[in-house]
């Protein structure tokens, strides 16, 4: 599946579990906890990510680049903003 795909059905996935915080849900008890841990774990994660790409072990950066995407679609879903959005905005800076 391409990226832009699975983006997309991420998206879908978080805001039905913001909408929904069904009980066991990792992403339900992000919600919960509000957007400062939100934030927090998206700085975590954006820390891990340097690590493991300075490392050079790619599959290691996959990994926590995948971890970064994640918990960076649950801030943008926090807070309203869509990857058409954010689409739009890097089409603009393309040209």
């Known amino acids: 599946m391409e990226i832009g795909k699975v983006l997309k059905e991420l998206y879908r996935i978080i805001e039905k579990r ?3 915080l069904p009980e066991g849900s990792y992403t339900a ?3 919960k906890a509000g957007e400062n841990r939100i934030l927090q774990k998206v700085g975590e994660e954006a ?3 340097i ?8 599959e290691e950066a996959v990994y926590e ?3 970064l995407l994640y918990h960076l679609t649950v801030a943008l879903v926090n807070r309203g903003i869509t990857y ?3 689409a739009k905005e890097l089409e ?3 040209k």
């Open 18 to 20: 913001k909408e929904e």
């Open 29 to 31: 008890s992000l919600f």
């Open 47 to 49: 820390i891990e990510t």
């Open 51 to 58: 690590l493991a790409l300075k490392s050079g072990n790619n």
């Open 65 to 67: 680049v995948s971890d």
């Open 84 to 86: 058409d959005e954010i």
């Open 92 to 94: 603009r800076r393309m």
